[in-house]
C-alpha cells in the first residue's frame, strides 16, 4: 500500500479535514435544532427514539442532549430531555462561558457601531460584560449601568465616566436591581441603550427571568435614542417567564447566526436592523 512521504502537503479536495469539519458541524446543528423542536411539541423525547430517528449511537444523543443542557435550553432527565425551565435562569458562572466565542464576536461588532464621546447604558449579562471589554479602547465614553462587573471592566480606562445605579446588588452576578435602580435610570436620556436578554419568542417578544431585571432593562428602552440587543443564537426561541416588551421596540439586534424564518418575518416587518457576527474562516 502507498504511503504519503513526511513533509509533502496534501492537494486540496473536497475532502479536506477543514471540509469534513465543516460538514460535522453542519450536521450536528441540524440535530440539535431538531432535538430542540421536538422538545417544544412534545414536551419530552427519549434517548433511544432520537438515536433512532438519526441511526446514530445513544452515546451521540446523550452528548447532544448535554451541550443544549449546558446551553440552558433543554433540561437533561435519565433517558431524555424536557424543555428548560421557564423560571430559573442557568447559573452565572456556567452562561460566562457558554458561547463565549460567540458573544465576543457579537461584541466586537456591536463595539464597532459605537462611536467615541457617546452616552451609553449597558445592563446585566454576560453578553453586555463582553460588550464592555470591547468598548475599552473608546474615547470619552459616558456609561451608565446598574452592572458592577461592566463597572468594574470600564474602570480601565480612566478617559470614560462611569455611573452607577443604587439599588439592591443580585450578589449571584453583581447586577443592580430595585426602585432605585429603575428610578436612577430614569432620570437620564442617553445615545445608545447596549441591553443583552435571556430568551426571544418567534413572535419577537422579549423574555427573562426575574421581573426586577426586566423593569430595570425597560428604563433602558425607554431612555434610549438607540436600543442594541446583543444576544446569540442560543437565545433563539428560549423559553423565560417574564416578558420585558417586543423586539420591534430596539433598533438593531446583533447576533452570531440568522434569525429563524419566523423571528425574520418579525424583524424585517418591524424594520429592525439585523447584523450577524459570522466566525472567521
Do not use: W
Not at 447559573?91 to 457617546?118: F, G, N, T, W
Not at 446585566?124 to 474615547?139: P, Q
Amino acid at each position: 500500500m502507498a504511503t504519503e512521504k513526511p513533509g509533502v502537503n496534501r492537494p486540496e479536495t473536497d475532502k479536506t479535514p477543514k471540509d469534513k469539519g465543516d460538514k460535522k458541524s453542519k450536521t450536528i446543528r441540524t440535530r440539535h435544532d431538531y432535538i430542540l423542536k421536538q422538545v417544544r411539541e412534545k414536551g419530552f423525547v427519549t434517548i433511544e427514539g432520537l438515536a433512532q430517528a438519526f441511526r446514530v449511537t445513544p452515546q451521540t444523543i446523550r452528548r447532544d442532549i448535554n451541550t443544549l443542557s449546558e446551553s440552558g435550553l433543554i433540561h437533561r432527565y435519565h433517558g431524555g430531555a424536557a424543555p428548560a425551565t421557564s423560571t430559573e435562569n442557568v447559573s452565572y458562572s456556567d452562561r460566562k462561558v457558554i458561547c463565549l466565542a460567540e458573544k465576543q464576536r457579537i461584541a466586537r461588532m456591536v463595539a464597532a457601531h459605537i462611536p467615541d464621546k457617546v452616552s451609553l447604558f449597558i445592563n446585566i449579562g454576560t453578553t453586555t460584560e463582553e460588550v464592555a471589554k470591547a468598548l475599552l479602547h473608546h474615547e470619552r465614553l459616558r456609561v451608565i449601568t446598574n452592572n458592577l462587573n461592566v463597572a468594574s471592566i470600564l474602570s480601565k480606562n480612566k478617559d470614560f465616566e462611569i455611573i452607577i445605579t443604587g439599588g439592591l446588588l443580585r450578589h449571584r452576578d453583581c447586577g443592580i436591581i430595585g426602585e432605585a435602580a429603575i428610578d436612577f435610570i430614569g432620570q437620564f436620556k442617553v445615545d445608545f441603550g447596549i441591553i443583552g436578554i435571556s430568551g426571544i419568542d418567534s413572535d419577537g417578544t422579549l423574555l427573562d427571568f426575574d421581573y426586577r431585571e426586566v423593569r430595570a432593562a425597560r428604563a433602558i428602552i425607554d431612555n434610549s435614542r438607540k436600543v442594541f440587543l446583543a444576544a446569540d443564537h442560543t437565545k433563539f426561541g428560549r423559553n423565560a417567564m417574564v416578558r420585558l416588551g417586543s423586539i420591534g421596540e430596539i433598533t438593531a439586534l446583533f447576533t452570531d447566526r440568522t434569525p429563524p424564518a419566523a423571528l425574520g418575518e418579525v424583524l424585517s416587518s418591524s424594520d429592525v436592523d439585523v447584523h450577524v457576527a459570522k466566525r472567521a474562516s
